[in-house]
């Protein structure tokens, strides 16, 4: 800032600040509109949502723990089915938690054994197919 030497330097600085507060308290208005349109239930939900499903982490994590419960539930029904004997149902117990553990904390294992057994299920007499390659006029 510059030395105000006259009365009328003294009211063009006042006259200059008074335009700045103004615009900064306009800029502040819009700030605070915009927080607190951010605080809103709806709009924290919503952002909640998107952030969860922009999340590649998160989203193979709930997609792994999903696969655990399902998977550990399923094998709980097949030791245990119908029986009423309380030490099967028990082990069952400790078996679902087990599983779930297991595949909740090592999907991309899982999941790289599942693709191993699909393809040796599905290729033919257990070799793999080469992949075609185009043969040349010319031999070097």
């Known amino acids: 800032m510059q030395n105000i030497k006259s009365a009328k330097d003294l009211k063009e600085t006042i006259r ?5 507060q103004s615009a900064k308290g306009e800029l502040l ?14 709009n924290l939900i919503e952002n909640t949502i998107k ?6 982490y998160l989203r193979t994590n709930i997609l792994g723990t999903i696969i655990g419960l399902a998977t550990g539930h399923f094998s709980k029904k097949i030791v245990v089915g119908n029986s009423d004997n309380s030490t099967r149902k028990i082990l069952g ?4 938690l087990g599983i779930t553990n297991i595949i909740a904390q090592h999907p991309e294992t899982i999941k790289a054994v599942g693709i191993y057994i699909i393809d040796k299920f599905f290729s033919r007499n257990g070799a793999k197919e080469e992949p075609y390659q185009e043969q040349s006029e010319y031999h070097i």
Do not use: D, M, R, T
Not at 16 to 20: C, D, K, R, T
Not at 93 to 96: E, G, I, N, Y
């Open 93 to 96: 117990s400790f078996l679902q």
């Open 16 to 20: 200059l600040l008074e335009v700045e």
């Open 29 to 42: 208005k819009e700030q605070l509109y915009i927080g607190v349109e951010s605080l809103e239930p709806a």
């Open 51 to 56: 952030n969860i499903a922009s999340s590649p």
